[in-house]
């Protein structure tokens, strides 16, 4: 009976271990995409929104590849919504030669837009997509072949 106890204590532990480590390592993740000055995918950069608005943070951030395409998903909560959206579209069409391919209404209370550019990459397109409510915002970035439609 002591051997089975003594089992089960070092089945938890290690249980306990591996959540502590894991629990570290997500933590550590989404600690640094939020104080990112840039998003990455591949050769391609861009400035992130918290380098052009300030002082926002990543409350989560997923990153994955699939069919060619790599995606990179980060949330942000915000009590100014529409300020933080406006400045960063503005700063990506002038500055980071991004162009609309959908529409951007800015006075609903949730929707999405997209913009697109020219991979560094030949035959490859990056496409950021803005998906936004009330709380906040999620910029989700995408980077495969293909070309652009401009709207």
């Known amino acids: 009976m002591k051997k089975t106890l003594k089992v089960i204590l070092i089945v938890i532990a290690c249980i306990f271990v591996i959540g502590l480590v894991a629990g570290g390592i997500a933590f550590y993740t989404v600690g640094r995409a939020s104080d990112a000055t840039e998003y990455k995918l591949g050769d391609d950069t861009v400035k992130s929104i918290k380098t052009v608005v300030e002082k926002r943070k990543a409350v989560s951030v997923s990153t994955e590849t699939s069919n060619g395409v790599q995606t990179k998903k980060i949330e942000y909560k915000s009590d100014a919504v529409q300020e933080d959206l406006t400045k960063y579209v503005e700063y990506l069409r002038n500055e980071e030669g991004f162009i609309l ?51």
Do not use: H, W
């Open 101 to 151: 391919t959908k529409d951007v209404d800015l006075s609903l209370p949730a929707s999405s837009f997209q913009l697109g550019k020219e991979s560094k990459e030949s035959g490859q397109i990056l496409l950021m997509t803005i998906e936004y409510n009330p709380q906040g915002y999620t910029i989700i970035l995408q980077k495969g072949e293909g070309t652009l439609t401009r709207y």
